[in-house]
C-alpha cells in the first residue's frame, strides 16, 4: 500500500544545504519510490487529496506530535570490514601494518567457520541498521562461502549491501591469503555468481569487487579485477594512502607507477564506481587523478585517528570536485555508527584548522551531507537515494530525540530553531533515537520495529 509520511522532514539538498521542513509530507508508492514531497502542509490526508491519492489507498506514518522527531535519509557506511565487528575498540597502541598483523588477519581467518560468520555478520547487520545505515559497503574475508553467507545475511535483513569478498594474493600471511592468483579469480567469480543468483538485478545486495588494497595484490590481480570491472560494470572498493609507511611500502612493491593512486589507475580500477578509503596522504597530483576519473573517498575519521594515520582533508578533496562519503571502517574504526563518525569527521576538521588554516572546517550541516547524500554519490546510488527528492526511494529513519532513555536532554526553552536539534542530535544522539529504519519502503529495523 502507498504511505504518506508526515511531520518534519530534514534532508541534505546540497553540500550546505540542510533543508528543514517542519510540517511536511512524503508520498510514497508500494514499490518504495518517492512520489511527492509536499513541503509545507497541514496534514497527510490534504497532501494526498492535492496529488489525487484516493482515500482509502494509503497509509499515514506521522511523526509523534508530542515528540521532538523527525525524519532523516538513511545513513549510507561507505567502508566497514563486517568481519572486523568483534575487534571494535581493539587496537592498543598500534598503527595500520602492526594493527593487521596482530589483531586482524588472525580474526579475519577465524571466519572459514561458517558458525563464527554466522554468528558475527548476523549482529554487525542488525547493529548498523539500527544506528540507521540503510547503505553499507563491506568488505568480508577471502572465504568464499562466509562471504556469500554475508550477502543472504543482509538480503533477508533488508539492508542495503555492497559484499566484497577481499582479494590478497601477494605479501599476506600464509594462513591467510589467496594461495594463488587463479584462487582469488576463482572465488571472486563464485561470490558474483551467488548474489547474482539471490538478487538479480543487485537491487538490495551487490557484489563489489575488492583488492584488500595495493600492497597485498599482485599487479595481476590488481589488473585482472580491473578488467573484470569494465566488463561486468561491478563497482570496486579499496584502500588508499592511509599510512606513510603503507604508502612506502606500496611504492616499493609495484614500480610501474608512480603514485598509489597511479597503480590502481594502470590497473584499470580508478573510475566512477571505484570507492577509495582513507586517503590522507594523497598528492596535489594524485587528487587530480581522482577527480578526472570520478572516483570517490570513504572518509573514515574516528579509524584515522585511533591508528593514528592522520587528517584526512575533506575541504581539500570536494574543492577540487572529488566525491566524499564518511565511513566507519570498523574495526579501525571504533564504533559502528554514522552519526558518530558526522561527529568525528566534524572534529577532525577543526584539528586541520587549529594551524590557522580555517578553510578546513566542516559544518554540521556538510557532515550531514556526506552521511546521506556524498555516501549516495561515492556509491554511484545518488540518482535513487540521499534525500527524499520525488523519484528517489524510500530509505529513511525516523530520529525521536525525547524518547525513553535517550541519550539527548531536550531543554525546549533554549533551542530556538530546528537547527538547534539537529546539533544536539549530531553531538549526543545514537541509535536510542532511532525509532524506525525504512530500506525501499519496507520497515526493518529501529527501537519501534517491533511495535
Ligand atoms: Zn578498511
Not at 540503510?134 to 577471502?142: E, K, Q, S, W
Request: aromatic share 8%; net charge negative; glycine share 8%.
Amino acid at each position: 500500500m502507498r504511505t504518506v509520511y508526515f511531520g518534519t522532514i530534514v534532508h541534505s539538498l546540497a553540500l550546505a544545504d540542510l533543508q528543514v521542513l517542519p510540517s511536511a509530507a512524503v508520498g510514497v508508492d508500494e514499490d518504495g519510490t518517492i512520489e511527492f514531497l509536499d513541503p509545507n502542509t497541514r496534514s497527510a490526508e490534504a497532501s494526498a487529496e492535492k496529488h489525487s491519492w484516493p482515500v482509502g489507498s494509503y497509509s499515514v506514518v506521522s511523526s509523534d506530535p508530542a515528540s521532538v522527531s523527525f525524519f532523516f535519509p538513511g545513513f549510507f557506511d561507505t567502508h566497514i570490514h563486517a568481519s572486523q565487528y568483534p575487534n571494535v575498540g581493539l587496537f592498543g597502541k598500534t598503527t595500520l601494518l602492526d594493527w593487521l598483523n596482530s589483531y586482524t588477519f588472525p580474526l579475519e581467518s577465524s571466519f572459514a567457520d561458517l558458525k563464527v560468520a554466522d554468528n558475527v555478520y548476523s549482529r554487525v547487520i542488525a547493529r548498523t541498521l539500527g544506528n540507521g545505515t540503510t547503505t553499507a559497503a563491506y568488505y568480508a574475508t577471502v572465504h568464499t562461502a562466509g562471504t556469500n553467507l554475508l550477502a543472504d545475511l543482509a538480503l533477508k535483513a533488508g539492508q542495503r549491501a555492497f559484499i566484497g569478498r577481499c582479494c590478497m594474493d601477494a605479501n599476506s600471511p600464509d594462513y591467510y591469503c589467496d594461495k594463488t592468483l587463479e584462487d582469488a579469480q576463482k572465488a571472486t567469480l563464485e561470490v558474483i555468481e551467488h548474489i547474482t543468483k539471490i538478487d538479480p538485478n543487485h537491487d538490495i545486495v551487490c557484489p563489489i569487487l575488492t583488492p584488500r588494497f595495493a600492497a597485498s595484490c599482485s599487479k595481476e590481480l590488481l589488473c585482472w579485477l580491473g578488467k573484470l570491472s569494465t566488463n561486468t560494470n561491478l563497482p570496486v572498493q579499496t584502500h588508499i594512502s592511509e599510512n606513510m609507511l603503507e604508502v612506502e611500502l606500496v611504492k616499493s612493491m609495484h614500480t610501474f607507477a608512480d603514485s598509489y593512486a597511479g597503480v590502481y589507475d594502470k590497473c584499470g580500477l580508478l573510475h566512477d564506481q571505484t570507492i577509495l578509503a582513507h586517503a590522507v596522504h594523497l598528492t596535489d597530483d594524485e587528487r587530480a587523478l581522482i577527480a578526472k576519473r570520478g572516483s570517490g573517498i570513504a572518509h573514515c575519521p574516528a579509524s584515522n585517528s585511533a591508528l593514528t594515520s592522520g587528517e584526512t582533508r575533506v575541504k581539500w578533496l570536494l574543492d577540487a570536485g572529488v566525491k566524499v562519503g564518511l565511513g566507519t571502517d570498523v574495526s579501525g574504526g571504533f564504533t559502528p555508527s554514522i552519526l558518530h563518525t558526522a561527529r568525528q569527521a566534524l572534529l577532525v576538521s577543526r584539528h586541520l584548522s587549529m594551524e590557522g588554516d580555517e578553510s578546513h572546517k566542516l559544518s554540521i550541516e556538510e557532515v550531514l551531507h556526506l552521511a546521506t547524500v556524498g555516501g549516495a554519490e561515492v556509491c554511484g546510488l545518488s540518482n535513487k537515494l540521499g534525500n527524499f527528492l520525488p523519484g528517489k526511494k524510500w530509505d529513511a529513519q525516523l530520529i525521536t530525540l525525547d524518547c525513553k532513555n535517550s541519550p539527548v536532554d531536550i531543554f525546549p526553552w533554549e533551542l530556538k530553531t530546528h537547527e538547534d536539534l539537529v546539533a544536539k542530535w549530531l553531538f549526543n544522539g545514537d541509535d536510542r533515537n532511532v525509532t524506525k529504519v525504512w530500506v525501499d519502503g519496507k520497515l526493518v529495523a529501529g527501537t519501534a520495529f517491533t511495535s
